[in-house]
Each structure stands twice: as structure tokens, then as C-alpha cells.
């Protein structure tokens, strides 16, 4: 096969076969197409875009680049969320102990912070001890002993994909259905998991802002993972505005732990629930993902997520004492609440600025060689449609340092709208797919 | 500037400034952009297109990232012409001559063959001793001496094209009409002509095989030309067969020097007469195309146009005995006459492939290290219209093996088609504009 041949054929708007795509994925693999020809191939797949056919071969081919764990010795369904990513997004720290709870095996690969917007390794991370890159012996151990696993990828898992999205990143082929559908297909699908919850973020602190972008990748990724045999579900979720209050990484934590004991009511605990409650529908553990929430309520009620929780950190190395006791963690050097210059209604949030925010206080990379502050953040404590009073409190920051306070406070500011008419209250969960 | 943020620019349908180009050919040209992100740019270019504005920006930028020749020291009009290249295609040596004879200074810069199609370049190698990399100083004597000069591009003459185009080639971003502009165009002007005469192929034979892709090409070229204050003159002509009867690198030198001593009727002499009519016209010493046309008649005729020949030969170290005599040129080792298989009238010929078959006999190159045998070649006897009878001589197969010659000899057989019923002749020029 020529790939110059390949180039021209998706430029000229042809389809691909499953060889002719599989050939320049084993080949860019290989180091055997270069850089140069194979950005040419991505351009020409981000504007002519791939049938729902390419997108599974490539995302096949992509899977196959690497390892495909097998977790058929443990009995029971294996079931995994994926989110697109947002800004406060940390339902998987209560999620994977619910459905665990539930008898649910959950083995979750997460990435790490991207843009804007948080990951759960970082988030992880700021668990003192807590390990995530544990060896494939150690990953499946864990998950036979608890029932959950939270790691990041390693370098057997799907080569393809790390070596491709560097390759986007800075060639202006990122924003792409199928390639994005493909990168994160082909990192769930050598999980060995048999179902999947995808949680599709959508709004103005998501990657994908529009909603008829974000319903055409919810399509993508849902077809996709049911052509590989796997029960899927998809919930297009409001990105508006943070998830919860607590944006940053141990703050996140904080957040998860006050869910998980029952403490902590609002929209991150609704979305974690309908998640969970439809991870333990796929796992075969409720009669519908009603039941599935149902569930996971009474598992918050009666202690069994958290103490799943404390579990999941023991056994990967993290020091319990301070999700045992909070107040024990940390803090930051500057902590600054700022206030609402004006009355009116928050009408909305310009919620990319406000991860941006974030960043800048240290709880993000603004450049790959930046070390996050697990302490650093926000606790943004409206939401869209409350009413406020000229001097309400707003946020309250986190940093080391003013500079970053004031920087940080300024985005804040020039992200939010009042109103003097009421508002209306976005809708969370807007589809279930 | 940021790269990335110039690729999503154009990737988004966007228009770039000059500003925005410049930096992006510049920075290339220098090696500060990789070729991985490039080559990105170039399929979103080939994809999303240029409008003439940013052609011309493009343009000016791959012009400036080399020398521009300044022929100022010369009294008297500049004018080149330039081909799109296709197959037999020889009018450079004819006109040169014709238009240099009537006192237009023709500071040629051509190229070599280039897939099917032959190359100036390699047709003037054919005749031993002619030197076409001659230093900026020679150049220059050579053309006030004679009034024409046929070189090679050098590395001082638009840099940036030179990398652009080897990159083009390698990632399916030839055919594109802002970029062929552009890479044409830089070359062009750089020569410090005044006035430009365009021979826009179409047809089988020829890269832009449709005529509606021709005209959109041919505009482009005009309109950027007429961008940099030149005069031009653009001709779309017929490349559905041979032009003329000889295909191959002396074999061309040989037809050309039948028509420039008056020889030769036909399509190469009626395309010729038009060009350097052109070309005439353009440089001011005759007051239309036609009268150009009857000026480059009488120079054939009175014998100063093959004298001027014989004088830029000399001038550039050639040896005149082989085209005083060519009866001396060295003959190829095989020479085999094919026949028509039937009767009937020659309907149409695969040009591409008449082009392809004198590739394999010898007279271009396959790989990019082959070695060209300049004795190699057709003599295509038929044009499209003709009546054949069952054993009329179809060509003359000119190469070193035989192995070589009965490859060549399918390709042409299976690229003519006979119809019983009269066929139109094809028109040679089908537009001035």
C-alpha cells in the first residue's frame, strides 16, 4: 500500500477500508510513515471527516496498536465511565466506589488535565501516597480485591493514540469526530470492560461547545463502542457552569468525600448518581438505571461508598487519614473570597475562563513543565439563576501567590453576567442516549 | 505569530493576511516550522483554498525568500513563456529562438520532466556539451550577447518553493490551484521579465485533465501575474495527444530544429507561431498576436530564427555539429515500428500513457535516480482524426531493451481506441485570454 495513495483518497473524499486504515496506523506506529505525511492524512480527515465504519476501523487498529487487558478471571460485568471533560468534573472519584459498592467491577483508565479542564490523575494525585501507575499485575489485583481501580494509561495501552494525539495537538486537528472518538474508543475498549457510561459534556466550560457538535460526538462514540459488542450509554450533561462548587484538585477531593458520606446535595451529586446508577444497570447489579440510582443512594446512606472509597485509597497507597480528617490537609498560603459587585441574576458563566481561572492559581499546567499545587483553587459557590446581593460572596481562591490570586480574580469577574430579571436554571442532564 | 493558530485559520475557511503568509513561509523557508506542521497547513490550503488575494500574498512571500534577477541593465522588453508541461511538449526551443530573433529578450528558467511529461532541462542535456547551470554572471552574458538564455532554476531563485514543492509531493497536496500558482509564479517572476506568456494544458495528457479545472488554473495564474504589474497573455491548448510527432529528449531537439529551419508543418509549429507571436507582442515589437505570428512565419523563413538557435547553442557550450547534422547523433540500440491492428479512425489516445510509455523506453525517469538515455523515445506517427488501415505504422519505439520496448509497446497499444465512423479532429487552441 502507498500512502501517499491513502492521503489522496480520504482528500478526495473516498473511504477508507479496513486494511488501508489499518496499514497507516501499524505503519505510523512503526515509524515507518513520517510525521510530515501523516498530519497531511489528519487534516484531510478532520475536513472530509470518516463514515461510522472508518471511525470503528480506526479505532480498531488504534486498540490493537497496544495491549488488550483480559479480565475474564474475574466473574461479573466490568463497566467503566468516560467523560469529555469540564471544569469541577469529578464524579469519577464517587462513581467508581458506588457502582464497586454495588458489586460492580470498575476498572478506570484516566487522563490527566487538558486545557482547561481538570483529570482525574491529577486529582488523584493529591491524595498523599496514592499511586496510579500501578504494573497490569498490580491494576489487576486491586480490582479483584476492591472492586475498583483508578489508574492512568500506560505505555502498553494503545500506542497509537499517544503517539497521534501529540501529533494533533500541534497541528490543528484536534476538534475532529472520528479522531477523537477513535483516541478515546480505542483507551476504553483495551480495558476488557463489557459496558460503558459516557458522560458527553456540553457549554461553554466543554470542549465541544455547541450542542448539535456535542450530540454528533455523543452519536459517534456510542455507535462506535456498540460496534465492538459493548453496552453503552450516553448522557449529554450541561457544561454551563462548574460541576459542584470545588474546582482544583484537592479541593475535588474534599468534594467527592462530602458526596460520598451523604453531606453534600446539588447538581454533582444528582449527575454522579445518574451515572452510577447506570453503571450498575450495565453491570447487571439493577433492573434500570432508576433502580441503579436508587442503589447508589442507599449506598451513600448506609456508608458503603465511602468506606469502598477509603478501600480504593488504602490499596493503592494513599494516606486515609486525610480524607479521614480534611482539616488535617494543608492549606493554601492565600486564601481570598471575592463578592458580587452589583445585585441581579446570575444569568451565566463564561465557564472556560473560570477553568482557566483555576489553572492560573496553580491547579492546571499552563505549560507541559508546570507542577500543579494539589492545594490551589476555587470554591465558586453560585449557580446559574441564584439571586444575588451587591456584596454576596462569589468565589473564594486558593493560591500561593497574590499575583495568581488577582489574575485569577480578574478572569473570574469577566466571567460572569447578572441580570436584573429572573433567570432560569439549566437543565443538567439534557438527553439520555 | 502562532503556527497552530495559522493552520486552524485556514483549516477554518478563514482568509489569511499577508502578514500571516509571509510569516509562514518565511519561518518554513528557515526551518523554524516543522515539516509535520507544514504539511498540515498545505492540506487545509488544498482542501479550503486561497482566494486571489492570498495567492498573490503567497506568491510574493515564496518570491521573496530568494533573489529577484534584475535584468534593468538590458534596453528592450523581457518575456518568458510558460507551459504546464505535457507530452512532446518542445514550443521552449522553438520559441526562444523565434521571439530572441525578433528582439525580445528571453531569459528562460525551465525544468526538468516531471512525472509523465518531459522537461526543457533534460531535452537541452540531449545535446552534448549545452551547459544549463550557469552562474547569475553567464546567464546574464549569455542573454545580452544573444537575446536568450535557457537555464535551470538555481538555488538563489525562490528557495522556499523548492522546499515546498518536495514536501507537496510527498503528502497528496499537488493539485492545487493557489499553490501551483504560487510555486509557478514565484519562479517566474523572479526572472525580472515584463511580460509573460502562459501555454495552459488540458487533456489526457496533461496534470489538469479537465478543462473547467484548466480555466480555473489559468485565471488564477493570470490574475496573480497581472498582481505584480506584468503583462500577460494566457493560452488553454489541447493535450489529448502528442504536440507534434516526437517524444523524447534528442528526438524533440530533432523536430524542433524541422520547424525553426521551416521543415515541419503542423500542431507544434501552429502552437509555436502563437506563442512567440505572443511573446512578440508582449515585448513590443509587433502590434498584435497575429502580427507576432507573421513576424515568427518570415523569421523561419529568412533563416534568422535557426541561426539564433545555432547561437544560443554555441553560446551555452553545445556542440552545433549534432544539430547541423543530426544524421551524427548516435542512434538507439533498438528501434521497432508498431502497426494498427484494425481499421478505423483514431478516436482517442491515452496521453498519459503515450508519456509514461517513453518513460519506460528511457527518456525520463521512473525513480528519482534513474538516468536518462537521451537517444530514447516515439516517433507517434497518428493524430486523433486519422483514418488508419489494418498495418499502418502506429510509431517508431526508440530504446536501449528490448525488455523495455515491449512494455512501452502494451501502454500504447492499450492507449489508442479506433472508431469505425470519421472522427473530429480535436481544436489545438482552445482559448486566449
Known amino acids: 500500500m502507498n500512502t501517499i495513495e491513502l492521503i489522496r483518497k480520504k482528500r478526495d473524499k473516498e473511504s477508507l477500508s479496513k486494511e488501508e486504515i489499518k496499514f497507516l496506523i501499524s505503519s505510523y506506529t512503526k515509524n515507518k510513515i513520517p510525521d510530515y505525511q501523516f498530519s497531511s492524512f489528519l487534516m484531510a480527515v478532520f475536513l472530509n471527516g470518516m463514515n461510522s465504519e472508518e471511525t470503528s476501523f480506526l479505532t480498531e487498529a488504534m486498540l490493537y496498536s497496544g495491549k488488550v487487558i483480559n479480565l475474564d478471571f474475574l466473574k461479573g460485568k466490568k463497566v467503566d465511565k468516560h467523560s469529555t471533560g469540564g471544569v469541577g468534573d469529578k464524579t469519577s472519584l464517587i462513581i467508581a466506589p458506588v457502582a464497586a459498592a454495588a458489586g460492580v467491577y470498575v476498572p478506570m483508565i484516566s487522563g490527566r488535565g487538558l486545557g482547561h479542564t481538570g483529570g482525574t490523575l491529577d486529582k488523584l494525585d493529591a491524595i498523599p501516597g496514592f499511586k496510579t501507575n500501578l504494573s497490569l499485575k498490580e491494576y489487576k489485583s486491586v480490582l479483584k480485591k476492591c472492586g475498583a481501580v483508578l489508574v492512568g494509561q500506560t505505555k502498553e495501552i494503545a500506542p497509537a493514540d499517544k503517539l497521534i494525539y501529540s501529533l494533533r495537538d500541534v497541528t490543528g486537528t484536534v476538534e475532529s469526530i472520528p479522531l477523537i472518538t477513535a483516541s478515546i474508543m480505542s483507551k476504553k475498549l483495551a480495558e476488557g470492560i463489557n459496558g460503558l457510561v459516557l458522560d458527553i459534556k456540553t457549554g461553554s466550560g466543554a470542549f465541544m461547545r455547541k450542542e448539535k457538535d456535542t450530540l454528533l460526538l455523543a452519536e459517534s462514540l456510542i455507535r462506535t463502542a456498540k460496534s465492538f459488542g459493548k453496552k453503552v450509554i450516553g448522557f449529554v450533561t450541561d457544561m454551563n457552569q462548574p460541576l459542584g462548587n470545588y474546582i482544583g484538585n484537592w479541593l475535588e477531593v474534599y468534594e467527592s468525600v462530602l458526596v460520598l458520606k451523604g453531606e453534600s446535595e446539588g447538581d454533582l451529586k444528582e449527575l454522579s448518581l445518574a451515572l452510577s446508577?447506570?453503571?450498575?444497570?450495565?453491570?447487571?447489579?439493577?433492573?434500570?438505571?432508576?433502580?441503579?440510582?436508587?442503589?447508589?443512594?442507599?449506598?451513600?446512606?448506609?456508608?458503603?461508598?465511602?468506606?469502598?472509597?477509603?478501600?480504593?485509597?488504602?490499596?493503592q497507597g494513599g494516606d486515609t487519614n486525610f480524607i479521614r480528617n480534611p482539616e488535617k490537609y494543608p492549606k493554601s498560603k492565600i486564601i481570598e473570597r471575592i463578592f458580587a459587585p452589583n445585585n441581579g441574576y446570575l444569568e451565566t458563566i463564561n465557564n472556560f475562563e473560570i477553568g482557566m481561572a483555576a489553572l492560573e492559581l496553580g491547579a492546571g499546567r499552563l505549560t507541559k513543565d508546570d507542577i500543579i499545587d494539589p492545594k490551589a483553587g476555587i470554591i465558586f459557590k453560585l449557580k446559574i439563576g441564584d439571586f444575588v446581593k451587591k456584596g454576596t460572596e462569589i468565589a473564594e481562591l486558593h493560591s500561593s501567590s497574590q499575583l495568581k490570586i488577582e489574575k485569577a480574580k480578574e478572569k473570574i469577574y469577566n466571567s460572569i453576567m447578572l441580570n436584573p430579571n429572573p433567570i432560569k436554571k439549566p437543565k443538567l442532564i439534557k438527553k439520555i442516549i
Open 277 to 315: 446508577g447506570a453503571m450498575i444497570f450495565l453491570g447487571g447489579k439493577a433492573s434500570s438505571i432508576d433502580e441503579g440510582i436508587k442503589l447508589s443512594q442507599r449506598l451513600i446512606d448506609n456508608g458503603l461508598a465511602y468506606k469502598k472509597f477509603l478501600e480504593i485509597v488504602e490499596l
